[in-house]
């Protein structure tokens, strides 16, 4: 799903050195929205932490410290009203490059895949993330189009599958009502984690929340 999705592809940017003139924070947790810490640290705590380098006004590095041996990098660059971000890597059978663009209000992952380098890329799955919702729509045979934040106006009325997520918070814990549509058929699926104060962006990255009954 979303998560193991995000983490695969994260894993392989590289993690640039800090330079002395970067401004560097740690925090407990971000906010990937405004690409913002969360509950600032002065000293590194113990694993999980989130370390936020800021160069300029137009370049930003996001590093997830799961633990002491894993961590998930980030680099952003600051373009009109949006940041972006992209990096290419092997899947199990074909090349992919994500884009990812980030608003205040949503951020939109664009996955490409190539099998040929002699062949263009296919956009095969486009993410739209909303502070309560996150969808995927999926293009089976794949559509060739070039990267962009309004990708997604052109391309509504050929997604082959799609899935809807609604987040929810109350009392510390997280619900995710899932409905997945396949091939015309839908299915429903509701899973709850206690996650304290913490976001969907701890969870995501980090994999930490306990799994609970939803009723």
Known sequence: MALAFLVSCSSHENHSP???????????????FNLSGINKINNIPDYPYVEIQ????????IIFYATKDISYTHKYKKLSNYWM?????YGDTAWLTEFEYVYPDKI?????SITDRNE???????????????????FE?????????DVIKVIRNRISDSTLRKIQFMNGIMSIDENQII??????QKECYTIGDHSY???LYFGLGKEVSCN
């Open 108 to 112: 939109l992952s664009l996955t490409f």
């Open 18 to 32: 800090n330079t002395t003139n970067t401004k560097t924070e740690y925090f407990l947790d971000v906010n990937l």
């Open 201 to 203: 962006f701890w969870w």
């Open 120 to 138: 263009p890329y296919m956009l095969t799955t486009a993410t739209v993330l909303e502070s309560s919702h996150e969808t995927t729509y999926m």
């Open 54 to 61: 800021s160069p300029n006004d137009t370049t930003r590095t």
């Open 85 to 89: 971000r992209s990096f290419r890597f």
């Open 141 to 149: 045979k794949g559509i060739s189009v070039s990267p962009s934040p």
């Open 183 to 188: 091939d015309g058929k839908a299915t429903l």
